[in-house]
């Protein structure tokens, strides 16, 4: 299964019912990485930097470790990202938090496997590819 059915599944969004919150904040955050200057090594970085770098190993070898809200909140701050995701995808920052702690571990693995990140034009590719889905 790629990225996008696993965004999908993981939505749980056919058709009418892609509006839901969790649909909005994958599309949303997808966005908001391809817009970011430094993309997918920007979280690589934050989450290193905010001391949330086990976090960043287990997931970018494909291991399960959860996160909470908060931590996730931890992990991204100062990079905008909750933001500019809450933004696109018109719900709150909280709401966002939440649903990153779903969302946030697939990217890293797909994006960062072995915890080296992917060019930044395969996010491009990814957005328009996920929200044309749910168009």
């Not at 993981?10 to 019912?17: E, I, K, M, N, T």
């Not at 997931?59 to 996160?67: K, L």
């Not at 990217?107 to 590819?129: C, E, K, Y």
Request: overall charge negative; glycine content about 14%; proline content about 4%.
């Amino acid at each position: 299964m790629g990225i996008l059915d696993s965004l999908q599944s993981l939505a749980g969004q056919v058709g009418q019912d892609s509006q839901t919150d969790q649909a909005k904040v994958a599309g949303g955050f997808i966005q908001a990485l391809t817009q970011h200057p430094e993309g997918i090594q920007g979280i690589l970085n934050s989450f290193n930097q905010n001391g949330l770098a086990e976090h960043i190993g287990a997931w970018s070898t494909g291991q399960n470790a959860t996160a909470t809200p908060d931590q996730v909140q931890q992990g991204l701050a100062g990079t905008g990202l909750i933001e500019k995701t809450a933004e696109h995808a018109g719900v709150s920052p909280q709401v966002v938090q939440a649903a990153l702690t779903t969302v946030l571990p697939m990217v890293v693995q797909h994006f960062a496997p072995g915890g080296q990140a992917a060019p930044q034009s395969s996010l491009g590719g990814l957005a328009t590819q996920f929200l044309s889905r749910f168009a």
